[in-house]
């Protein structure tokens, strides 16, 4: 089930935070996305592939702007002797970099910069129901830098919520072992007359080593301070269950024809919004609910799928149809 694949993977975070995976590395308060290879690719280590990293206060930097600033999670190349089986370190030597990605969300649009009020539209106290992240279309936008917010000295390009995907910055060389760790600072940023709105940001790292093949994707879940924890863990835990790959057992076939196709999506449609829900009813991930995550996993596997070849029958065939059809038709009269 996907829905504790954000919990597990915070908790995995923070232990191997707290011990210090890194020779020389002094930990502070802080949190890193752990990264090294698998199967010769760059890899994060642990199951969840969004980080939460909240804003640390409003800053005006003096030409006219607003920001909201952070400076976690980081990004940490870690130790051949503290990965778990099937990991490898981080190749030595090599360069890493980003680009800031435009992504899908709610399986139609594409943004590089999604925005949610963080509002309890309930009043309950439970937002699991309220979660809905938009493109940005505010004149808000976000970025990567180093330096201060005053005079940084490298920077990202921006991203405003187009669907663009946009220049990021390079982190770190590794070390001749793949040690690696590097904090650069996310900012959202708006004017005085209109800053940035408060609750949450979604953005999208593609994250590449130049000796590895492929494009690690990985998400932030970025948060101003008047956001309730409540609302920032469900937040993590619904984006999670959309933007991390299917598992081997998700399947989209929902009515148990063999084939991932209109059929399917239609059972979807019509169950979308159900609780309780079985893989009959449109739930692809098991996780007795029907919603985004179940389509992505429908649209991933309906792409995947080999286009469907019609049978022409044999002329024997028919003859025998034929026969068939014009029996039962005197036979009805």
């Known amino acids: ?30 949190s890193d996305i752990l990264l090294g290879t698998r199967d010769g690719s760059l890899a994060v280590v ?17 030409q006219g702007r607003v920001n909201q600033v952070s400076t976690n999670p980081g990004f940490l190349g870690i130790s051949s002797g503290e990965l778990p089986d099937g990991y490898a370190t981080l190749p030595g030597d090599s360069l890493l970099n980003f680009s800031i990605l435009s992504f899908q969300l709610d399986g139609v649009e594409s943004a590089n910069l999604w925005h ?31 330096g201060s917010v005053f005079a940084p000295f490298e920077s990202s390009g921006f991203a405003n ?14 070390s001749p072992t793949g040690g690696l760790h590097d904090h650069p600072r996310f900012g959202v940023v708006g004017t005085p007359e209109m800053p940035p709105e408060l609750g949450m940001y979604l953005i999208s790292f593609g994250l590449e080593s130049e000796n590895l093949q492929g494009v690690q994707q990985v ?21 999670d269950s959309i933007l991390s790959p299917a598992e081997p057992g998700d399947s989209a076939n929902f009515n148990g024809d ?16 159900g609780q309780g829900a079985t893989l009959a009813q449109g ?5 007795s609910s029907v ?35 014009l029996t039962l038709s005197c036979t009805f009269r």
């Not at 919520?161 to 590794?174: F, R």
């Open 1 to 30: 089930m996907k829905g504790a694949r954000s919990n597990s993977s915070l908790i995995l975070l923070a232990c191997l935070a707290g011990f210090g995976l890194v020779e020389g590395t002094a930990w502070a308060q802080h």
């Open 46 to 62: 642990g199951d969840s592939l969004v980080f939460p990293a909240r804003f640390f206060g409003a800053f005006t930097d003096g």
């Open 116 to 146: 949610w009020n963080a509002v309890d539209d309930g009043e309950d106290g439970d937002y699991s129901n309220d979660v809905n992240f938009t493109p940005v279309d505010n004149g808000s936008a976000f970025w990567a830098y180093r």
């Open 161 to 174: 919520g187009e669907d663009l995907d946009v220049p990021g910055i390079d982190l770190d060389v590794t």
């Open 219 to 239: 998400y932030l879940a970025l948060y101003t301070g008047d956001v309730d924890t409540a609302a920032s863990e469900a937040a993590i835990a619904w984006a």
């Open 258 to 273: 063999s084939f991932v196709d209109g059929a399917d999506l239609n059972v979807w449609q019509t169950n979308y919004g």
């Open 283 to 287: 739930d692809a991930n098991g996780d």
């Open 291 to 325: 919603d985004g995550a179940d389509f992505m996993i429908w649209q991933q596997q309906f792409d995947a799928a080999p286009a469907p070849v019609a049978s022409v029958p044999e002329p024997t065939s028919l003859i025998v149809l034929t026969t068939a059809a």
